[in-house]
């Protein structure tokens, strides 16, 4: 069956005063119906640019889509009209964002922000619209929405209007949800409530979720597939397993050594990955990763990777996967599960 | 590590909320020591963000006591309240918000060095370079403008303006919540070596319990503008001893697919409102050991093992 969301070989840049930048430089993935998939990656990788290409939010000016196709349901996004576009984002896919003090408007009441949307989209009426808005307000967890309805995005706490956000993009029923990090400004306890709210949607309404976040426990917890991006490129792709347990590229094996280890009492120094990711004005023409990577070959600096096939969905863009590679123990052993 | 660099007592802060009061600190008592990492967790909405703000002096406080370096800091003279202003600095939660759009990174980085006449010239470029570079940005950043920025970057740039002015006490406010792995680890890290080398003392508030145990000395725990529970990091992780502390733990994800789940504590109800606090215990509405006395009776902050306090009924 076809998927969801299908994204080939997209391709974002920025023009700035400084030269070009190459956001996202040919990513391909897709959604399936029902599916969770995460997406992990550097801080500046692309991740929330590929999602404002999927929702066209990316801005008129100084941006350009260079390459690629984004179907949804077997229709081009890319080659919507506005209006067209509009109407789906009413009704089918919807988004959460990352930073959710500058997606709420300042001087309009939370209330009156959700009931808005309900009115243009949903054809209802003011009371109707209210009533609609209180229950999703409390379907997201907020306490009291009687009395927050009526209060100002600053009167609330980060993680309070981060479930207004979530509030707002349940408005339409969505078929799929883009999620950009939408429980980073949340404590735990109510981060597991709404991962429980998002794995109700996917179970009872089948809503397909695109999850970026940096959390790879909320991605253990939630995703089937997950894409692991860096500088602007899909490095490794797979199920949660084959990424989490049996990761085949060194920056995915690199992310998950640098969690702390909050099991046993000893506190040892944390292992980052050294060094930064490459300025994407001049994006390197070999594996972006080659200047951090441990493993780094002559080849590598030349001649960037292709995807591998690790094994049936897992693929991996590292030259080790090539078989004329010298076989690195570390990296056959990586993310192998002690016990 | 044993002299305390900032005493609170009793500190609250309510806002105004049409008629009524929001009590988003709730007289709060703790010390901070200097050179240590406090690390402070709990419910969104609990009011660690504004204790942090009220601290740094950018809420007032409504009522209480902040003694810093054993002078209160209501009696500073103005010369004192700039020196304050300087050692004491904050890294907020929101990168995008809490950086002027329409400066530059480097000017931006140099706000506070300019208000406190620090450096100028040459010497104050050096320093903006040196800076982008210890938080793992590059020096030509500082002629680009925030919106140029992923979130992540953004971060770094907070830490760097908040380094610019040589502080003493950083109340860092989710400074990695909006970084990806590798980079939180080379932050903490950063902040490992930052408190090594110049004697910093900080306030970190933060979600991810994992690295909150890593960097922390102490942990306090919030819930409803109220401490729950503070003890020695790993003494909380081992034997959390209040109700709340131990639901939050176990709601940790685990990044892992086939380890064993731990068995999840999960919390009935919402959190009820600041404005209207249950009576007693502020936990009693969704603590699953709640009993007749815990409505009825505030329970006292006690030490209830040598240095691991809490207020609960249970103890
Ligand atoms: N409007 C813009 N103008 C110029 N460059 C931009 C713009 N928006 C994003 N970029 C650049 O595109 C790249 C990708 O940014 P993006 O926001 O997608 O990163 P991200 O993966 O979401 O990172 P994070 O995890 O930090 O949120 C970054 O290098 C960023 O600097
Ligand atoms: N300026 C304000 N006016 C009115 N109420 C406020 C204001 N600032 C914060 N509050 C309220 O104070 C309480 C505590 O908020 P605070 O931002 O300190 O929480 P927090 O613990 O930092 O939460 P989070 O983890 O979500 O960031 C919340 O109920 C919030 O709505
Ligand atoms: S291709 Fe080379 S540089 Fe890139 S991750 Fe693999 S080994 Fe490292
Ligand atoms: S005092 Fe009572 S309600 Fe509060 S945490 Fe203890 S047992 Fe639970
Ligand atoms: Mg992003
Ligand atoms: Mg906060």
Known sequence: MAQLLEVEQLKVSFRSHGGEVQAVRGVSFDIGHGEVLAVVGESGCGKSVTAQAIMKLL???????????????????????????????????SMVFQDPMTSLNPTMKIGTQISEGIIKHKGLDKTQAKAKALELLKLAGIPNPESRYNQYPHELSGGMRQRVLIAIALACDPKLLIADEPTTAL?????????????????????????????????????????????????????????????????TIGLLNSLPNYEDGEKERLIPIEGTPPDLYDPPTGCPFAARCEYAMEICVEELPKAFTVNDGHYSRCWLNDPRAPQVAEFAAAGRDES | MTEVLLEVENLKKYFNVG????????????????????????????????????????????????????????????????????????????????????????????????????????????????????????????????????????????????????????????????????????????????????????LFIAHDLGMVKHISDRIGVMYLGSFM????????FSEPLHPYTQALLSAIPAPTVSREKRERIILKGDPPSPISPPSGCRFRTRCPHAMDVCAAKVPEWKEIRPKHWAACHLY
């Open chain 1, 59 to 93: 801005p008129k000016r100084g941006c350009n889509i260079k390459e690629g196709s984004i179907h949804f349901e077997g229709k081009d996004l890319l080659k919507m009209s506005g209006k067209e576009m509009k109407q789906l984002k009413g009704s089918q896919i």
């Open chain 1, 187 to 251: 404590d735990v306890t109510i981060q597991a409530q709404i991962l429980d709210l998002m794995k109700d949607l996917q179970h009872k309404f089948g809503t397909s979720i695109m999850l970026i976040t940096h959390d790879l426990g909320v991605v253990a917890e939630m995703a089937q597939k997950v894409i692991v991006m860096y500088a602007g490129i899909v490095v490794e792709s797979g199920t949660v397993a084959d990424i989490l347990e049996r990761p085949k590229h060194p920056y």
């Open chain 2, 19 to 202: 008629k009524q009061s929001l009590k988003a600190v709730d007289n709060v008592s703790f010390s901070v020591r200097k050179g240590e990492t406090l690390g402070l967790v709990g419910e969104s909405g609990s009011g660690k963000s504004t204790l942090g703000r009220t601290i740094v002096g950018l809420n007032e406080a409504t009522d209480g006591k902040m003694v810093f370096e054993g002078k209160d800091v209501r009696t500073f003279s103005n010369k004192e309240k700039r020196k304050y202003n300087r050692i004491v600095q904050m890294i907020f939660q929101d990168p995008h918000a809490s950086l002027n759009p329409r400066m530059k990174v480097g000017d931006i980085i140099a706000e506070g060095m300019d208000a406190h006449k620090l450096a100028s010239g040459k010497e104050r470029m050096d320093r903006i370079y040196s800076l982008l570079e210890r938080v793992g940005l590059q020096g030509e950043h500082a002629k680009r403008y925030p919106h140029e920025f992923s979130g992540g970057q953004r971060q770094r740039i907070g830490i760097a303006r908040a380094l610019a002015v040589e502080p003493k006490f950083i109340v860092a406010d989710e400074p990695i919540s909006a970084l990806d792995v590798s980079i939180q680890a080379q932050v903490i890290n950063l902040m490992e070596d930052l408190q090594r080398d110049m004697g910093l003392t900080f």
């Open chain 2, 229 to 236: 529970e503070l003890a020695d990091s790993d003494d909380l």
